[in-house]
């Protein structure tokens, strides 16, 4: 069977570039026992990918002439495997291809993706890993009472959008930073934040002061870098910091100083998140999130692209920052 | 009454020198209604006192010009208030002085010393403010279970080793880190750690690998710098970091990086550590600390000076690191 796929042409220097990949096709082989043959009808982008390009993710690293690894949303064609029956969708590694054979390990680990689930590329957004990762940051690390002033970055992305609107329906108060006005736009007035910072416009010191006059008492981390050791500058004593991402590393920045006498100074707790470590949760967060959507009660945000060939091209719209909520390409 | 003090002469540039301070004397007033009077025994010379002389610490900045701040150990001469009764001994904020008069605030604040404190100085170090930060952090942030490797900077100091020595009775296994071949001979030998890292003769980060191969599950940071770099390579999944000093920053140089991704990666918990809030735990701290230190459990080390007019070179000594245990000066 002949497939499409995008590889990775050379390791990315900085912000990534289309050029950066390759289009290519390819012959799947007949499919053997314990397999499954399935169509990917969407890619999830995560901006975790450039730093497995680099090597310097927890996960395997993505090397020149991988196929670029990957989340996606696919549909069963043929199963040699008991679990996944044809018609069906899951969340499964497909890597950046049409179709593609799923190996035991990767059928073992796929999240099926039932009807309910509307569109079901919320399976790999707010019902997804980026929803978990939310879900896990602000129910089981960063110990929020109502009335906390709360700053989340990335804020309009899937992790920072659904941090802020768990935390606004948990009763705190919700500061985003994001990177542009139409992205604070939708970020105050569709996901009900209370404020929206564009560190690309303001004084990011001075937002904060204003915005949190009393100082933040949950800083959830998406980005790491300068907007992370400002907001450390504001901290409550007593204050929790989740870091979560390091958007700001991933293209391969030098790390900036997180001030251990910032943290000395707020008595703060910062925690470390890593979502595999909260899998066992996911049945959790699908119920709580899910019902938060159906109620109209959480917002969420698709920045969709078409077919497979503008993958790279998204990609790189991604890590640059210019995306407009969760970052998918629907094949 | 005429008496001796020491006062700052100019910010220190760097490490603290004798110049940067001058002996000289002057006159009390008779003592007013509420204040008392008293000789000082012997003064504690702390490091935060550095950063205080830089404006950079919690406490009050010294400024030039004034007698430099401090607490010592206290004999009541003459008193107009009643909790101070004539003969007693107290630790109080007394400052670099022969005699003081100590107002309503310094009185409501001192700590009374027992006769059963042996020696009395003993209320400056392991059963003063360094042992109550050694025991919070050990007990109340650091979340320590038997069998844990704890890794702890400064393991010569009053704080450090006296956290070292909680950890080896509660069942961890401790390894230090000292500048120096003596430092490091009374940490093992003396103290009862494990060992002793020597980061002025051993490569740290291959020592660390080396006592710790399968990663440090604490950390208690008295120093900074590129020691908790060295350190915070080298946690556990799900390791605890103590902040508690920054000599390494005290002296003016530059915070390094503390690099998130490393707090990420092992799903650490980084918690600020500052004495103040622990203050109502002091007598718990005492009952604890004092019956291991007379039942030879916990060892603890005076480097001594002789003199008002020594503190000045040997507060130098302190801040270059050249200090044999808790600096004192005996008046």
Chains 1, 2 share one sequence.
Request: aromatic share 6%.
């Amino acid at each position: 069977m002949q497939i499409e796929h995008i590889t990775l042409v050379r390791t990315p220097q900085g912000t990534p570039t289309e050029a950066d990949f390759a289009f290519g096709s390819g012959t799947l082989p007949a499919h053997a026992e314990g397999q499954a043959l399935v169509r990917v009808l969407a890619l999830s982008l995560d901006p975790y990918l450039r730093s497995a390009m680099a090597g310097r993710h927890l996960s395997a690293a993505i090397h020149p002439g991988d196929v670029v690894r990957g989340e996606g949303l696919v549909q069963v064609l043929e199963s040699r495997h008991p679990r996944l029956t044809p018609g069906t969708q899951w969340v499964a590694q497909c890597g950046w291809r049409s179709h593609a054979l799923l190996g035991v390990e990767a059928i073992e680990q796929a999240r099926r993706v039932g009807p309910e689930v509307q569109p079901p590329t919320l399976a790999l957004g707010a019902l997804g890993m980026p929803g978990l990762t939310a879900w896990a940051g602000f129910k089981r690390l960063a110990d929020a009472k109502p009335g906390d002033t709360l700053v989340v970055s990335a804020a309009s992305g899937p992790v920072g959008a659904t941090v802020g609107q768990l935390a606004r329906l948990a009763g705190c108060r919700v500061i985003g930073i994001a990177g542009g006005p139409e992205k604070c736009a939708w970020v105050t007035r569709r996901a009900g934040f209370d404020a929206c910072i564009d560190y690309r416009a303001e004084d990011l010191r001075e937002a904060l002061r204003r915005h949190a006059p009393d100082g933040v008492d949950i800083y959830f981390d998406n980005v790491g870098g300068d907007v992370l050791l400002a907001v450390c500058e504001q901290l409550a004593v007593g204050a929790r910091v989740v870091l979560c991402g390091l958007m700001a590393q991933y293209n391969g920045e030098a790390p900036v100083p997180l001030n251990p006498g910032l943290i000395i100074r707020a008595r703060a707790t910062v925690r470390g998140l890593v979502v595999y470590d909260h899998w066992a949760h996911f049945a959790e967060m699908v119920a709580e999130i899910g019902a938060y959507i159906r109620a109209g009660q959480l917002q969420f945000r698709e920045d969709i692209s078409h077919g497979l060939a503008s993958t790279p091209s998204a990609f790189a719209r991604l890590m640059a920052g210019r995306n407009q909520g969760k970052a998918l390409v629907v094949l």
